[in-house]
């Protein structure tokens, strides 16, 4: 079953462009990486994606309805959700309420019925913080759960990131570089993570620099260069494929993987 | 109910001063002006401490609560408590008009577009002088009375102030831990992640403007009853920059903060009276050297100097409880 449906997709800022006719197709339940160099797109179509970015040509379909001109909490109300490249931590906040606002989908009250506290918010609040955990302990960080999160290292913040997302209850998470900036421990942490979180029933679109990851943990990988397919297929066919090696890795390339 | 701890601890002071000190001037003249102070410093912590959305404007809509109360009593004869609502009204219909495009705006352009409708409000008082009388203000608004308890002294005043003001505490406590409160606090920390754990931060950031606009005419009429009169000068630019100061003061996104800030605000031009002209310097450097020693505002920065000093006595103490405090 194909979850997420990209066809003909362009994207250019004033001239420039940033995605060209991108086609891929994302099936269920699998971790489909999209690699290419630094300024290739793949933030732009991150942001496509998620309704930041309107595409200038295209359509997204995610389980058949059109993605394109709906906003990004829209889109996130259809089941998408995402994390950042650059950490987007709400920092004036614990880590608990962080991840509380990944719940905001599932909980329904409004800011009047809160603001008097009529009988269904208490019941409300103990389910929301009941999915946070639940959400912080698939992350591994049920013992941050009393900080602040401004209080935290990056390689916490990146996982709480991810618990934030997860806590919607996504259907399609996209993860832009998850990794990057890890060192090698958590690194490994990640890799785990991220096949826990395929395993648990949620789509993985992933962005990703360290290709001893995506080697390893994707199902199918998408590779662009110019806003434009390059090449597509699983992690063997994209590490034998000549036009990879030669116009994105540069000849003689090895992967460590 | 941990977080209406502060709440109690508010109660029991509003509460205690007439007691304590029965007849004083500060208590129950000084105190009314700190309490209405402190209930549009919280409404604007809401919308600036919270929401992270500026607001140099906030005075426009205490202003057109007091004169919609001040001229529908005087010159049509409303009930006010009618008068209020009708106020609330009018201020809600105000704020959701120009929310939408003057939100769009971030950082100084939303501060400049709010200073300038406070001064749009602000002339429209002075201007409209068959209505609002002009500069000269209006004058004879009756009193409030509450099922035949006339509000006619400093001391009923005290009373009908403060509970209004420990109502809009619990309310902005009760808003600040819920999912809306949340939803306020996320799209000042991240507008974008925000928006992609799906709240609708445009519907978020108009409902916080007009609640913070809604409490602030509220206030605003209850001052026009309790003066008897108005004038456009207390609803001037200058008064919306003092409220901002007030919450940056007591310390942003702390709605006890917000209060204290108020009170401090209220209160030390009068207790410097004593030194006469040099009462402004002192004014501005007390200020300064607030600000200077505790830059998250006095609460926020005196609660962690607490905190630190605390974890400084446990670690002292023996190294096994370190983890826990920490």
């Known amino acids: 079953m194909t979850l997420l449906e990209v066809e003909g997709l362009s994207k250019s800022f004033g001239g ?6 991108l086609c891929f197709k994302v099936p269920e339940q699998q971790v489909y990486s999209v690699i290419g160099p630094n300024g290739a ?46 950490l987007q931590m709400f920092f004036n906040m614990s880590v608990l309420d962080n991840v509380k606002v990944g719940c905001h989908l599932r909980t329904r009250s409004r800011i009047w019925s809160a603001a008097l506290r009529l009988p269904g918010i208490f019941r409300e609040e103990r389910q929301a913080e009941a999915w946070s955990r639940e959400a912080l302990e698939f992350c591994r960080l049920e013992e941050f759960i009393g900080q602040e999160a401004s209080a935290l290292p990056y390689g916490v913040l990146k996982r709480l990131e991810i618990a934030r997302a ?45 290709m001893g990851l995506v080697m390893d943990v994707s199902d199918r990988i998408l590779v662009i260069d110019y806003g434009s397919r390059l090449a597509e297929g699983t992690p063997t066919e994209i590490q034998r494929n000549p036009k990879v090696i030669q116009a994105y890795l540069g000849g003689e390339v090895q992967y460590a993987v | 109910m941990r977080y209406l701890r502060g709440f109690f601890i508010l109660t029991a002071i509003v509460v205690a001063m007439p007691f304590l000190f029965p007849d004083n001037y500060y208590v129950t003249v000084v105190a009314v002006a700190a309490g209405l102070n402190a ?67 971030k950082g100084h352009y939303l501060a400049m577009a709010t200073l300038g409708l406070g001064i749009i409000v602000n002339i429209l008082l002075v201007q409209g002088e068959r209505w609002t009388g002009g500069p000269d203000g209006l004058g004879d608004i009756p009193t409030l009375s509450i099922f035949g308890w006339i509000v006619d002294s400093d001391l009923r005043w005290y009373i009908v102030i403060g509970s209004v003001l420990l109502l809009v505490v619990v ?38 403007f007009v609640l913070a606009a809604l409490i602030a005419s509220l206030a605003g009429s209850l001052f026009s009853h309790q003066q008897t009169f108005v004038s456009p000068e207390s609803f001037s630019f200058f008064f919306s920059i003092e409220l901002v100061t007030m919450v940056v003061l007591g310390g ?12 401090i605000l209220t209160f030390l031009p009068e207790l410097l009276v004593v030194f006469e002209e040099f009462e402004v310097m002192i004014f501005g450097a007390i200020l300064m050297l607030m600000m200077i020693f505790l830059p998250q505002g006095l609460l926020v920065g005196f609660n962690e100097q607490i905190r630190k000093w605390l974890l400084q006595r446990a670690r002292a103490s023996g190294g096994e409880q370190r983890r826990d405090i920490a």
Not at chain 2, 172 to 201: D, F
Request: aromatic share 6%; with cysteine.
């Open chain 1, 166 to 210: 997860l806590a919607a209850k996504p259907s399609l998470l996209l993860m832009d570089e998850p990794a990057a900036g890890l060192n090698d421990t958590e690194t490994v942490e990640m890799r785990q993570l991220i096949r826990r979180i395929c395993a648990s029933g949620v789509t993985v679109l992933l962005v990703e620099h360290n």
């Open chain 1, 16 to 21: 420039v462009t940033a995605i060209a006719d």
């Open chain 2, 39 to 105: 209930i549009l410093a919280v409404s604007l912590n809401l919308l600036m401490g919270y929401a992270g959305q500026i607001s140099l404007g906030h005075a426009a809509f205490f202003g057109i609560g007091a004169y919609s109360s001040a001229i529908l009593t005087t010159r049509f004869g409303w009930n006010p408590w009618l008068a209020i609502v009708a106020g609330m009204a009018l201020t809600c219909s105000v704020a959701f008009l120009v929310a939408r495009p003057i939100l769009r705006l």
């Open chain 2, 171 to 208: 309310l902005a406590q009760n808003i600040i831990n819920s999912r809306s409160g949340r939803a306020l606090r996320a799209l000042h920390g991240s507008e974008v992640a925000a928006e992609m754990m799906g709240i609708n931060t445009t519907a978020t950031k108009t409902a916080v």
């Open chain 1, 41 to 86: 797109g793949k933030t732009t179509l991150f942001n496509m994606l998620s309704g930041i970015y309107t595409p200038n040509e295209g359509s997204i379909k995610f389980q058949n309805r059109e993605l394109i001109g709906r906003l990004p909490h829209q889109v996130a109300s259809l089941g998408v959700s995402r994390t950042f490249q650059n």
């Open chain 2, 252 to 263: 942003m996104a702390s709605t006890y903060g917000a209060v204290l800030g108020a009170v």
